[in-house]
């Protein structure tokens, strides 16, 4: 029997690379995706152990004194000097910070070359040396002063690089951070030193009530030294620190659904395979039975190309996925952050999702389709008859044309095939919908953001400032968490305390009851809420809960926002009536840097929506390569197949003596009404099952996707499924040529 197998594979070469390419996709794909995703995640907390990451920062106008260093140990504080030299002008359009080399905290992670110990010698942020076209080896000029990059480094504080943390986005070309020897160092001129001191707390155990209680300890010791703190931030508001971590795995949920879709398509195609295999080896299959062969030879001997085909899938998949595609989805994160060196780890969940999982599938449908199908008797195989039903007459047509009546025949005869066909159809469309859709979905959220912001300028405040500009708004914006059920976490609402009379937000109905809120109409889709609902806010910075009730829905879409009039709010926080922290204007406003936290313009808001989307944007790209690739190879294997099984009445006919192209109008023109109905009809289902899957993804991360695809997706899915469908045609076209007369008398029953 095992004789058979070359012949099998030669002779249904089509399906099995067809199948070959959709199992390597899926464990190429996934492997390497979910390897990267995990090694990044398990590179970055490694990183921030052995790099000793601080827990946070202060920038004083002078060094502080052994007696204050003594004060903070014996509050469990070790800080730790990081001074650094700031460089506004680099290369004509950037910036730099140099700091000294590092011994305790933040240490410096190599890319390349080795740490500066030389005077004369610097290591450079890798992500801002290649922005910048900046090699090891190159001399650079700073402040006049020549350089030799003798290493790219990556810091832990700088994950990001946010110059300034008042900043929206970070800017890898525009700013970077470098690394000299302490002799370098101690040459600059002491006017120009940043005296920064990183710290750590060395209890681990503390709450986040009492590290902050700590942190408020750690300003009074500073304040009561005489030291003149121009800032002092801690880690969790640090945004070089906590952007990354936020964004890290945020296109996992994606192409874990692209997975899934096709763990879905392997499934399909392998249960449509092993009917149609099981059909026509129906005689030979009959004659094995008949000459003594057990149940169990047979069905081992049928499930020897599924088993050949997924090993070798598993292993060139696995192998492509951790060397060719590896670099790729490196790009996503290494393109955007400043993180060490990845340490790549062998990921046990992709193993299992992309590999274990769809060879199962395999082998257990192929097992159950010939398991179920052998207890017929040997006389049935040999008869070709595998129907457990007596055939029912065949319908009496009404009075059309031969050949309609030939094709509506065609049609009736093979309509389980075309069902299949029509699934298969459904399935392969929504893979490429789903490809085609995410880049216009993302692109209108940016959009609707940028619809919704009512203002040009926003000014978060440290404390409170008068302004003379009399068209600029007070408010009061706040952060609270709300519990998500389908995503099973905690996720962070954005409040909005605005004025009596607002002008910016006067569209908005806020309600005058006490402890009733408005909500943006993505938070309500969002947590699936409605007016009248009841929803619990926590803060965890001050250990309280809020318990609010939804009094109206609004049309705002740009973020997962709840609006309340300012004084409610400073009522609900338990603030001093009166309190706001921020300003909006469409006016610039001139407030001085030492009242400013962050000034933020509708560009950055907008830009910031751009950069989070980014995350997306590789993944997107993939997607949409193979989603084509895999919804020809679908289509081709489905219509091959349904060429197939007509192949005996194709060579009646062609002894009836209707020529090639003849036949082709008969049996083709029948698959073509098929595909180009169901090519329409699935749009609207297709769209449906995409709304569900965006709520499967919002479930895994804090925002909120709307639903969104403009026509030119729809009208683009149905005409390369057209397209598609007529290429293959031609192959087709080929294979009814070469179906011989003989084939009608070999098969005489």
């Not at 992670?109 to 450079?124: K, R, T």
């Amino acid at each position: 029997l095992n004789k058979r197998l070359p012949r099998e594979f030669k002779k249904n070469a089509g399906k099995y690379i067809g199948i070959f390419f959709i199992l390597i996709t899926t464990i190429m794909v996934g492997s390497s995706f979910m390897a990267v995703m995990d090694s990044a995640v398990h590179t970055l907390e490694v990183n921030d152990e052995e790099c000793r990451i601080e827990d946070g920062y202060f920038e004083v106008a002078e060094p502080i004194t052994d007696d204050v260093h003594k004060k903070l140990e014996d509050v469990n504080v070790k800080a730790v000097q990081n001074y650094y030299l700031a460089v506004n002008e680099f290369d004509k359009d950037a910036s730099l910070s140099i700091f000294s080399e590092r011994k305790e905290l933040n240490l410096a992670s190599v890319f390349e070359g080795e740490l500066p110990d030389e005077a004369g010698e610097i290591g450079i942020d890798r992500l801002f040396a290649r922005n910048r076209k900046i090699k090891v080896g190159d001399v650079i000029d700073i402040n006049g002063d020549a350089y030799k990059v003798t290493a790219t480094i990556a810091v832990p504080d700088y994950n990001c690089l946010y110059k300034n943390n008042q900043d929206l986005l970070p800017n890898t070309s525009g700013f970077g951070v470098c690394i000299v020897s302490e002799e370098d160092f101690n040459k600059y001129d002491t006017d120009q030193i940043i005296y920064r001191y990183s710290y750590v707390i060395e209890d681990e155990n503390l709450s986040e009530a009492e590290e902050k209680q700590l942190v408020e300890d750690m300003q009074k010791i500073l304040v009561k030294s005489g030291a003149n703190i121009s800032t002092f931030l801690t880690a969790e508001r640090n945004q070089a620190i906590t952007f990354l971590r936020e964004d890290i795995g945020k296109d996992g949920p994606v192409m874990k659904v692209f997975i899934y879709i096709l763990i879905i398509i392997i499934a399909f195609v392998f249960a449509i395979l092993t009917s149609n295999n099981i059909e026509s080896e129906a005689a030979i299959i009959g004659t094995l039975r008949a000459s003594g062969y057990k149940k169990s030879e047979i069905i081992w001997h049928y499930l020897s190309p599924t088993i050949i085909i997924a090993i070798i899938s598993s292993v060139v998949g696995n192998a492509l996925g951790y060397t060719v595609m590896i670099k790729p989805f490196e790009e996503l994160y290494y393109g955007t952050y400043s993180i060490a060196p990845l340490e790549l780890r062998f990921n046990v969940e992709a193993f299992v999702t992309t590999t274990i999982l769809p060879v199962v599938i395999m082998i257990i449908i192929n097992w159950w389709m010939l398991y179920s199908k052998l207890s017929l008797a040997p006389l049935k195989f040999l008869r070709k008859d595998l129907r457990k039903n007596k055939q029912k007459k065949a319908r009496k047509l009404p009075d059309f044309k031969f050949l309609t009546r030939f094709r509506i025949r065609v049609l009736l005869q093979n309509k389980i095939s075309y069902l299949i066909l029509f699934i298969g159809i459904f399935i392969s469309s929504f893979l490429l919908m789903f490809g085609m859709g995410l880049d216009p979905l993302i692109d209108n959220y940016v959009d609707e953001i940028d619809d919704s912001l009512t203002y040009e300028y926003q000014y978060i405040l440290k404390s409170p400032v008068e302004v003379e500009n009399k068209q600029a708004e007070k408010v009061l914006s706040y952060s609270l968490k709300t519990w998500f059920d389908l995503g099973e976490m905690d996720m962070s609402v954005s409040f909005m305390g605005v004025s009596e009379d607002t002008k910016f937000f006067d569209e908005i109905p806020i309600s005058d009851n006490k402890n009733e809120i408005t909500i943006s109409k993505p938070l309500a889709e969002k947590l699936n809420l409605d007016i009248g609902d009841e929803l619990v806010f926590k803060d965890d910075y001050y250990n309280k809960e809020y318990k609010l009730k939804v009094g109206q829905i609004c049309e705002y879409k740009g973020s997962l926002t709840a609006f309340v009039k300012r004084d409610e709010l400073n009522r609900i926080l338990g603030n001093p009536q009166g309190t706001y922290n921020s300003y909006i204007s469409n006016e610039k406003l001139e407030i001085e840097e030492e009242y400013l936290a962050k000034y933020v313009t509708r560009a950055d808001m907008v830009g910031a929506a751009k950069e989070l989307m980014k995350s997306f944007e590789g993944v997107m790209q993939i997607i949409n390569i193979f989603s084509v690739v895999i919804y020809m190879i679908l289509m081709y294997i489905l219509t091959k197949t349904v060429i197939e099984k007509n192949a005996i009445p194709i060579s009646y006919m062609k002894v009836f003596g209707y020529n090639n192209k003849e036949i082709g109008k008969l049996y083709l023109n029948a698959t073509t009404i098929v595909v180009c109905a169901s090519l329409f009809i699935c749009i609207p289902v297709e769209a449906l099952c995409f709304k569900y899957i965006l709520v499967y993804i919002g479930s895994m991360i804090e925002g909120h996707i709307p639903f969104y695809l403009p026509a030119w997706v729809y009208i683009g899915i149905i005409l390369i499924g057209i397209v598609a469908y007529f290429a293959i045609n031609t192959l087709h076209i080929k294979k009814i040529n070469k179906i011989s007369m003989s084939e009608a008398l070999k098969n005489r029953e």
